[in-house]
């Protein structure tokens, strides 16, 4: 059956030749009777440009699927999906707990597929792939064989799309707690309750970058379920988790009890409050951790983010010890590179401490970034040690 054609403007065709994936609303003609799916995308001469993704309520109206003109069916949902589990084979060999399909960084807009242990869940985050949701489910059954498959679209980007909260088994065991080897520490997730889909799994490739360096006594900031803290405990004396809250905690307590860490505690609190006692206690640490959510959500944020990454780096930078290291994050889309290592440079001079750069990093290789699609590039992360 052929897809119904969706027009597109020269600007939507301009867009689309400069290696975009997104069309915006504004960039398609009225389209009469179109219906979420995959449609075919033309010009204004009716030259075939693509498949897409249809949306009929988001800003984002085509999310580009193909340039191709076969029917975007099964057969062609499992060929890009099998070929995103090649290359988490190369990237993220030996791996439990990886991404396994990554939006459009797989060239599959809006789905996300993550995978913990023998159980995955999944994220259908547009109209369009929602529409495929059960399709998706049947590949990943018959191609994968998970124990589990769990949805959890409960993200609120798909009141966007006008997308109902969901969350449930879709396949297989009602799995939710799952334990799982990461850098050689076992991690619990909660795959029903947990952020994203249970955890933040685009860190574990700094988590382990971090461990390189860790030593003496470590402070990890807004740990959340003990990611990083989990990661330094054994090559440091002592490490401190700090997160405001509760239920976190205790999810990273029991990955503490796991593992039978003696040098690892937690603390419920406000970070920006703990690094500011600190100081002011002369608290002096060898590693300090700052991986806050993102500051700025929308462009209009930019500023205020700014200011709070540098309040924080600047606290952690005063309470670290000579030849000590800071690992400092931003998951903020809005917040550049070139930005955080700005507001760094300005908080190592009102700390008057002198910082070099030892690795900057981003997200984990299974997250993928298009070159020409900059939303695909949120995760920064700097390793920097003070002289």
Known sequence: MTA??????????????????????????????????VVRMVDSKNCFCGQALYSAQSQIALRFLTREARPFDAAFLAERILAAARFRRQV?????????????????????????????????????????????V????????????????DAAVRALEGLP???????????????????????????????????YLDQRENR?????????RALDCFTYTGGFALTLAPHCESVLGIDSSADALKQAQRSRELNG?????????NCFDFLKAADQEKQRFDMVVIDPPAFARQKSSHDSALRGYK????????????GGYLVTCSCSFHVSEADLLEVVAEAALDAHRTVAVVERRTQSRDHPILLTVPETHYLKCLILRVL
Not at 138 to 153: D, F, T, W, Y
Not at 208 to 216: D, F, I, P, T, V
Not at 311 to 322: H, Q, S, T, V, W
């Open 208 to 216: 382990a970058a971090a461990a390189n360096y860790a030593r003496g």
């Open 165 to 199: 909260e969901q969350t449930g088994v879709l396949a297989g065991e009602d799995a939710s707690e799952v334990v799982v080897e990461e850098n050689g520490v076992k991690m619990c997730f909660d795959l029903r309750y947990g952020q994203k889909t249970g955890g």
């Open 261 to 269: 860490f003696r040098n690892l505690e937690w603390k419920e609190a």
């Open 138 to 153: 049947e590949v990943l059954q018959k191609e994968l064989a998970p124990r589990s498959i769990l949805e959890r679209n």
């Open 4 to 37: 119904p054609s969706v027009t597109i403007t020269s600007r939507g065709v301009e867009r689309l030749a400069s290696g975009h994936v997104w069309i915006y609303r504004s960039d398609v003609a009225p389209s009469a009777g179109a219906e979420p799916g």
């Open 311 to 322: 309040e924080l780096n600047l606290r952690a930078l005063k309470i670290l010890n000579p």
């Open 92 to 136: 993220a060999a030996g791996a439990q707990a990886f991404r396994l399909v990554a939006a459009e960084g797989d060239l599959l807009p809006s789905l996300i597929v993550d995978r913990y242990g023998d159980c995955l869940v999944i994220q259908t985050l547009s109209q369009g792939m929602d529409r495929l949701k059960s399709t998706v």
